[in-house]
């Protein structure tokens, strides 16, 4: 009686590390952020992305990895940056630097976000003061327009419990600066 042929270890190890990569380069979310304001808004976002500037028109995609859970995209406005990216902001500055690492100051109105795997959740927020207004969605949620400092799409407050929306994992994003 014939066995069936039996892969060599080569042709394993290549096809689990084939896999390995690919999964490790896997997108949680894709997040699509654009300007439509008549002013320019250096959009920043933690942990990944940094920040950039965006005249009227543009956009910028930011692909968020497997493994990060959480995090929060918003606007600063009135912002001067050298060729190595320090400068500041009037509004939302996060350390004199065009790319953060961290959150920026008030006022700012916020995009939250925890990935979760099957199943994301996102918000608004305007706990940490408004500055400029913008839309969040997500490909399979409601979509939430922010455009004053009392809108009711954002958290106003931290007693604020109802705001958080959910949608499906693996989602696309898009946050738009004067929707």
Same mark, same amino acid.
């Given at each position: 009686?014939?066995?069936?042929?039996?892969?060599?270890?080569?042709?394993?190890?290549?096809?689990?590390?084939?896999?390995?990569?690919?999964?490790?380069?896997?997108?949680?979310?894709?997040?699509?952020?654009?300007?439509?304001?008549?002013?320019?808004?250096?959009?920043?976002?933690?942990?990944?992305?940094?920040?950039?500037?965006?005249?009227?028109?543009?956009?910028?995609?930011?692909?968020?990895?497997?493994?990060?859970?959480?995090?929060?995209?918003?606007?600063?406005?009135?912002?001067?940056? *050298? #060729?190595?990216?320090?400068?500041?902001?009037?509004?939302?500055?996060? &350390?004199?630097? %065009?790319? $953060?690492?961290? +959150?920026?100051?008030?006022?700012?109105?916020?995009?939250?976000?925890?990935?979760?795997?099957?199943?994301?959740?996102?918000?608004?927020?305007?706990? *940490? #003061?408004?500055?400029?207004?913008?839309?969040?969605?997500?490909?399979? &949620?409601?979509? %939430?327009? $922010?455009?004053? +400092?009392?809108?009711?799409?954002?958290?106003?407050?931290?007693?604020?419990?109802?705001?958080?929306?959910?949608?499906?994992?693996?989602?696309?994003?898009?946050?738009?600066?004067?929707?």
């Amino acid at each position: 009686m014939a066995s069936a042929p039996s892969a060599s270890p080569a042709v394993l190890v290549v096809v689990v590390l084939v896999a390995t990569l690919a999964a490790g380069g896997a997108n949680a979310a894709t997040f699509t952020i654009t300007n439509r304001c008549s002013f320019t808004v250096w959009p920043a976002a933690t942990p990944v992305g940094g920040g950039t500037q965006l005249s009227p028109g543009q956009t910028w995609t930011i692909n968020v990895p497997a493994g990060t859970s959480s995090g929060r995209v918003w606007g600063r406005t009135g912002c001067n940056f *050298d #060729g190595a990216g320090r400068g500041g902001c009037a509004t939302g500055d996060c &350390g004199g630097a %065009l790319s $953060c690492s961290l +959150s920026g100051r008030p006022p700012m109105t916020l995009a939250e976000f925890t990935l979760g795997g099957s199943q994301d959740f996102y918000d608004l927020s305007v706990i *940490d #003061g408004y500055n400029v207004a913008m839309s969040f969605s997500c490909s399979s &949620g409601v979509g %939430l327009t $922010c455009r004053d +400092s009392r809108c009711p799409d954002a958290y106003l407050f931290p007693s604020d419990n109802s705001k958080t929306h959910a949608c499906r994992g693996n989602s696309n994003y898009q946050v738009v600066f004067c929707p």
